[in-house]
T-cell receptor, first 115, second 115 residues
């Protein structure tokens, strides 16, 4: 069984300051981990994906995530927030093997960016 | 646009009516997934197909729900005798075969409102 916990339901930052969205996961296997973003009235967009190639993953729009196996964490960061980053962010763990792709989502973190 | 498409985008129905949603995946993606998302929560897995074969159904998918992918291309999700608790966003995603089969691309969703 696998699960995802997003530790903050809401995060508020000022424009130009760093962003940290926290995610812990539980998986029986070496997981595939993702971050997706959902803007209001828009579909889920893939931000980045972790496989096993590198623990620091770079995504789109300046976002990064670091996989820490010892802490079972996959936190999402961005050095400087932009107003357009305001959205809902989901951390996702995907199964491997024959069920590859079947995903478990966290409950989401709403990011607010203040001017 | 060659992304995942869903139709309709919005559906309002009365309790007890049947509804059917359609999903067209990215061309040549052999896996197709259905999720349900309620307000304030992350998407929850419902079912998925590999080509025309339905490989797994969540226990969330009651007997009133049925999904098909008859020719391994588009898929339909039908809800019979709708209930107010069925009101949600229904999301479809697809993924390719091979190394990136766990990477899902989402459609814009169908928002269902049951009155």
């Amino acid at each position: 069984a696998q699960s995802v916990t997003q530790l903050d339901s809401h995060v508020s930052v000022s424009e130009g300051t760093p962003v940290l969205l926290r995610c812990n996961y539980s998986s029986s296997y070496s997981p595939s981990l993702f971050w997706y973003v959902q803007h209001p009235n828009k579909g889920l967009q893939l931000l980045l994906k972790y496989t096993s190639a590198a623990t620091l993953v770079k995504g789109i729009n300046g976002f990064e995530a670091e996989f820490k196996k010892s802490e079972t964490s996959f936190h999402l960061t961005k050095p400087s927030a932009h107003m357009s980053d305001a959205a809902e962010y989901f951390c996702v763990v995907a199964e491997e093997g024959t069920n590859a792709g079947k995903s478990t989502f966290g409950d989401g973190t709403t990011l607010t960016v203040k001017p | 646009d060659t992304g995942v498409s869903q139709d309709p985008r919005h559906k309002i129905t009365k309790r007890g009516q049947n509804v059917t949603f359609r999903c067209d995946p990215i061309s040549e993606h052999n896996r197709l997934y259905w999720y349900r998302q309620t307000l304030g929560q992350g998407p929850e897995f419902l079912t998925y197909f590999q080509n025309e074969a339905q490989l797994e159904k969540s226990r969330l998918l009651s007997d009133r729900f049925s999904a098909e992918r008859p020719k391994g291309s588009f898929s339909t999700l039908e809800i019979q005798r709708t209930e107010q608790g069925d009101s949600a966003m229904y999301l479809c995603a697809s993924s390719p075969s091979g190394r990136d089969t766990d990477t899902q691309y989402f459609g814009p969703g169908t928002r269902l409102t049951v009155l």
